[in-house]
């Protein structure tokens, strides 16, 4: 199965060379060149990962796509392509990038920050429900015990 990326960026020169990059590198891309159209194809199709730029339309454009992946029911990865990051942090302590990727970049350092990023992500999304199954069944447990004391009590 190939791993879906969505690419956001207005520049369609960018948008148009990381597609053919991803797309040689074995990658299914979608693109959209608007935070509105990227937050469009979130609502309507999965992917694996997220690689928007961070100012399109506005300074936040970015920002909103990265929030509105995270709160896609598949969860992807996601990645802030800039030219221009902020010095300050505040715009990542939202939580909602992953990475931040600094462009022009390397072809090869791209597609290896990418594979570590999917890989990590995956990881992140294994050990978050492993732990979700281990409360449930820790609660499912927990519950048993006390029927079990009440039904040896009762004999």
Known sequence: MKRRILLVDDDVAILLTLKAVLEISGFEVETAASAREAKQRLR????????????????????????????AANRPAVAMLTAYPPADADWMATGST???LVKPMNTQDLLRQIEA????HEDKKRSES??????????HS????????????AR
């Open 44 to 71: 309507n199709n999965e992917y694996h990962m997220v690689i928007t730029d961070l100012r399109m339309e506005s300074d936040t454009a970015g920002q909103e796509v990265a929030a509105a992946a995270k709160k």
């Open 98 to 100: 992953d990475k931040v």
């Open 117 to 120: 990023l999917l890989v990590s």
């Open 130 to 139: 492993d732990k979700k199954l281990e409360a449930v069944a820790v609660a």
């Open 142 to 153: 927990a519950e048993k015990k006390p029927r079990k004391l009440a039904e040896t009590r």
